[in-house]
């Protein structure tokens, strides 16, 4: 096996050292490099050729196999349980941001299935920089009330458990190699194979929906998707905290005029669709230059090419008091739909979106938002009709409002853990 510090001296060796320095970093700190993120990752998605020639062996070694546990660094043995409870072990990935939506929900997961008085683990799967989870489970304490689960980042010290859960399609190869199990199950999220372009990402993260694990997914629509693979799923609704996301005031009254309209802008995430919005912000801005923009989602490297307020990666907690303070929510998916739409409807916002399966689910056109199609043109369209229609706007406020009103986490954080344990 080649050594890390021997594909250093290679490539410095080939195309010097400061090209070899900012590869390396590029590796340690994917999320620094958003620009660079979006072409080729750590991962080994979507390398760009010229990448792929220098760092070969970091595709390679991106390619999941049917192996055993032992070579994901597993003990032949398990660690004995510190109990008798019921264990879960969640392979989840190496977070950099706490509140970032796909880890908070497996962690507000997670936790509420301790309060029912089993041991909880999240188990870093891909770890490369912890020596040990203080720090992670320091992050978890802190954002979680009354935080149950635990960290461990060492494979050898996992024990025999009731449940192994996938949240990723990388996990699922672990969770299937994973011989200390009693059940095994598939946390989905996103339909992942959309991540990638056809190619062996996109395969593997297919072959995974195969592996027979009883599924849990977000929505109806991933439903469809896992159970089109031949295995059996349990949804949960998208719900909001609704101590963070509420209208601005208790009737839901929206303002006579749009005078400030935010928009979820996250580049390094393509299925955020982030150069859609920002083609179509171009033309509202233009057309409406008195409406201010209110961009959040990820700290942007360049100013756009219009006036608006840029404010970042944004706490959860700190959102909601963002989205009262506007009059349309705009927010694009181009897979799963993203929590967005759902916390903008909670905040008593009128949501623009893009239509399809995918978001429909959820997202119901003229009844709780107003979907168009995916071109800047369509969305300056369906921009205008709510700008100039206050009753319109109303229609879709309180439709929102409505459709959010009976879903909170707990109920379905429930259904999911009844759900559970009764696969058992």
Same mark, same amino acid.
């Given at each position: 096996?080649?050594?890390?510090?021997?594909?250093?001296?290679?490539?410095?060796?080939?195309?010097?050292?400061?090209?070899?320095?900012?590869?390396?970093?590029?590796?340690?700190?994917?999320?620094?490099?958003?620009?660079?993120?979006?072409?080729?990752?750590?991962?080994?998605?979507?390398?760009?050729?010229?990448?792929?020639?220098?760092?070969?062996?970091?595709?390679?070694?991106?390619?999941?196999?049917?192996?055993?546990?032992?070579?994901?660094?597993?003990?032949?043995?398990?660690?004995?349980?510190?109990?008798?409870?019921?264990?879960?072990?969640?392979?989840?990935?190496?977070?950099?941001?706490?509140?970032?939506?796909?880890?908070?929900?497996?962690?507000?997961?997670?936790?509420?299935?301790?309060?029912?008085?089993?041991?909880?683990?999240?188990?870093?799967?891909?770890?490369?920089?912890?020596?040990?989870?203080?720090?992670?489970?320091?992050?978890?304490?802190?954002?979680?009330?009354?935080?149950?689960?635990?960290?461990?980042?060492?494979?050898?010290?996992?024990?025999?458990?009731?449940?192994?859960?996938?949240?990723?399609?990388?996990?699922?190869?672990?969770?299937?190699?994973?011989?200390?199990?009693?059940?095994? &199950? =598939?946390?989905?999220?996103?339909? %992942?194979?959309?991540?990638?372009?056809? #190619?062996? !990402? +996109?395969?593997?993260?297919? @072959?995974?929906?195969?592996?027979?694990?009883?599924?849990?997914?977000?929505?109806?629509?991933?439903?469809?998707?896992?159970?089109?693979?031949?295995?059996?799923?349990?949804?949960?609704?998208?719900?909001?905290?609704?101590?963070?996301?509420?209208?601005?005031?208790?009737?839901?009254?929206?303002?006579?005029?749009?005078?400030?309209?935010? &928009? =979820?802008?996250?580049?390094?995430? %393509?299925?955020?669709?982030?150069?859609? #919005?920002? !083609? +179509?912000?171009?033309?509202? @801005?233009?057309?409406?230059?008195?409406?201010?923009?209110?961009?959040?989602?990820?700290?942007?490297?360049?100013?756009?090419?219009?006036?608006?307020?840029?404010?970042?990666?944004?706490?959860?907690?700190?959102?909601?008091?963002?989205?009262?303070?506007?009059?349309?929510?705009?927010?694009?998916?181009?897979?799963?739909?993203?929590?967005?739409?759902?916390?903008?409807?909670?905040?008593?916002?009128?949501?623009?979106?893009?239509?399809?399966?995918?978001?429909?689910?959820?997202?119901?056109?003229?009844?709780?938002?107003?979907?168009?199609?995916?071109?800047?043109?369509?969305?300056?369209?369906?921009?205008?009709?709510?700008?100039?229609?206050?009753?319109?706007?109303?229609?879709?406020?309180?439709?929102?409002?409505?459709?959010?009103?009976?879903?909170?986490?707990?109920?379905?954080?429930?259904?999911?853990?009844?759900?559970?344990?009764?696969?058992?």
């Amino acid at each position: 096996m080649i050594s890390k510090a021997g594909r250093f001296l290679s490539y410095a060796r080939m195309y010097g050292y400061t090209n070899a320095l900012i590869l390396g970093l590029f590796k340690l700190f994917p999320r620094k490099f958003v620009l660079l993120t979006k072409t080729i990752s750590s991962a080994g998605n979507q390398h760009h050729r010229d990448m792929v020639a220098v760092d070969y062996f970091g595709t390679i070694g991106s390619v999941e196999d049917y192996t055993s546990w032992q070579s994901y660094g597993g003990a032949l043995t398990a660690k004995p349980s510190i109990d008798q409870r019921d264990c879960f072990i969640w392979f989840v990935p190496d977070w950099s941001n706490v509140w970032g939506g796909g880890h908070y929900t497996l962690f507000r997961f997670a936790n509420h299935f301790a309060s029912f008085g089993s041991r909880n683990i999240i188990y870093i799967y891909n770890n490369q920089r912890h020596q040990d989870g203080c720090k992670l489970q320091e992050e978890l304490n802190s954002a979680l009330k009354n935080c149950k689960i635990e960290v461990i980042v060492n494979p050898k010290l996992l024990p025999k458990c009731t449940g192994a859960i996938a949240t990723t399609w990388q996990s699922a190869y672990q969770v299937k190699a994973f011989e200390f199990s009693k059940k095994k &199950f =598939y946390f989905m999220q996103d339909y %992942e194979s959309l991540f990638y372009p056809s #190619g062996t !990402a +996109s395969m593997q993260a297919n @072959a995974s929906y195969t592996f027979g694990f009883i599924g849990i997914t977000g929505g109806g629509w991933l439903k469809k998707c896992y159970e089109s693979y031949g295995g059996k799923a349990q949804n949960y609704l998208f719900a909001a905290d609704k101590k963070i996301f509420f209208p601005r005031i208790q009737s839901g009254e929206v303002n006579e005029n749009v005078t400030r309209i935010f &928009f =979820y802008g996250r580049p390094s995430t %393509e299925r955020r669709c982030f150069e859609l #919005g920002m !083609a +179509s912000l171009i033309k509202i @801005a233009e057309k409406y230059p008195d409406v201010e923009i209110v961009i959040a989602g990820l700290d942007l490297k360049v100013n756009p090419p219009f006036k608006a307020r840029l404010l970042g990666n944004m706490k959860l907690e700190d959102t909601g008091i963002l989205y009262r303070t506007c009059d349309i929510g705009i927010a694009f998916s181009g897979s799963n739909l993203s929590y967005l739409p759902v916390e903008l409807m909670a905040s008593g916002l009128p949501v623009l979106s893009n239509n399809g399966p995918h978001v429909e689910w959820h997202c119901k056109h003229l009844e709780n938002s107003y979907l168009v199609d995916p071109t800047p043109q369509s969305v300056l369209d369906g921009f205008t009709e709510m700008y100039n229609n206050r009753h319109l706007r109303q229609t879709l406020a309180n439709g929102g409002l409505k459709t959010m009103e009976d879903l909170d986490w707990e109920g379905q954080m429930s259904k999911i853990h009844e759900y559970v344990s009764a696969s058992l």
